[in-house]
């Protein structure tokens, strides 16, 4: 009997129809359309503006699009994995809402947490719960809605970061296809450089951190810039050494879009050409647990069955790590 691998069978994705453009950045903070374009590579970003919706509304806009496009039945899905820093609310685990409302009616599910490499982990879960032959259909949803925790007065964050949503369904496959390795790693040492100070139970909420505005995102962007475009580099090197893979054997770059520079500093250290980085950073920003498979979701008809994807993201904590995917099948 033949290893049962995880491919990924059906993709989807989301993103809110408000635009933040550079151009209206100018007019709320300090900063400019060259600025912004030139730092990040970023032009636009998508933000969910309706009162009432939140990270569980973009899930659920993304599986409901992978669902239509994979002709999937939310019935038959076992095991649902929401990757997001973004919960609804503490406590109350965003995925189960999700599964309930996308009718996912005979899967368990959770939440998995690990800042913008929440999306790259989850395909690690995801994949060891199908190689494990204990479920059939696994449900991967990224999403985040970023807005509900940015300071739009802080030049150094509201630049860049959007809302959106992706999703992919894992299975079993028998052909070699699918999650072929991966090479995850974290350090404690960035605990300080990325993080909001308050509403966790280090410093409880109160009236003092909301007029401080410690209920924001603060990040150290050099510091962050000077890890990302190290660790992203080194963990796709590696993953390419491990796998006796070349520049020739790599179809794909999945890289996560939290800035153009880290993206292209990857690219280069893999001495990969530029038709084979795949970017939409210019029209979402960084969309956190998202964008890797808002990537899948806006590029799939890209690929072909037998494709080789390398996978790679950097987030707060640190976390970072790459992972070597076999594309599974061809877009119809």
């Known amino acids: 009997m033949s290893k049962i691998t995880a491919a990924i069978t059906a993709v989807g994705g989301y993103v809110p129809d408000y635009v933040l453009s550079n ?12 600025w912004i374009t030139t730092r990040t590579g970023i032009k636009e970003r998508r933000l969910l503006k309706e009162q009432g919706k939140g990270t569980s509304y973009l899930a659920i806009k993304a599986a409901q699009d992978l669902f239509k496009r994979g002709n999937i039945n939310p019935a038959e899905i076992d095991l649902v994995i929401m990757a997001t ?12 809402y999700v599964a309930t409302q996308i009718g996912a009616v005979n899967a368990f599910a959770y939440d998995l947490s690990a800042a913008c490499s929440s999306f790259l982990y ?16 696994v449900l991967l949803i990224g999403a985040d809605k970023m807005s509900s925790i940015i300071d739009y007065t802080d030049r150094a964050t509201c630049i860049i970061f959007g809302d959106g949503g992706g999703a992919v369904l894992f299975e079993p496959n028998n052909e070699g296809l699918g999650l072929q390795d991966e090479f995850l790693r974290s350090d404690g040492i960035g605990r300080e450089y990325l993080k909001i100070d308050a509403g966790g139970s280090i410093l409880p909420a109160s009236k003092q951190t909301v007029e401080n505005s ?36 790599v179809d794909w770059l999945i890289a996560h879009q939290a800035n153009k520079r880290i993206i292209d500093a990857t ?8 038709e084979k980085v795949l970017v939409n950073i210019h029209k979402y920003g960084n969309t956190t647990s998202a964008t890797l498979p808002l990537l899948l979701s806006d590029f799939e008809h890209k690929f072909k069955k037998g494709d080789n994807l390398i996978f790679a993201a950097f ?9 070597y995917l076999k594309w599974a099948y061809n877009k119809q």
């Open 85 to 96: 820093a973004t919960p609804d609310m503490p406590v109350a685990t965003t995925g189960v």
């Open 214 to 249: 410690q209920h924001f995102v603060f990040q150290d962007g050099k510091t962050v810039f000077k890890y990302a475009v190290s660790g992203m580099a080194d963990v796709s090197d590696k993953i390419l050494q491990r796998n006796n893979l070349t520049k020739n054997d």
């Open 315 to 323: 987030g707060g904590g640190f976390t970072w790590g790459s992972i």
């Open 267 to 274: 690219a280069s250290r893999m001495e990969l050409d530029e």
């Open 122 to 137: 989850g395909m690690s879960t995801a994949a060891a719960y199908i190689e494990s032959g204990r479920y059939k259909k």
């Open 23 to 34: 151009q209206v950045l100018e007019t709320l903070v300090d900063t400019n359309d060259e």
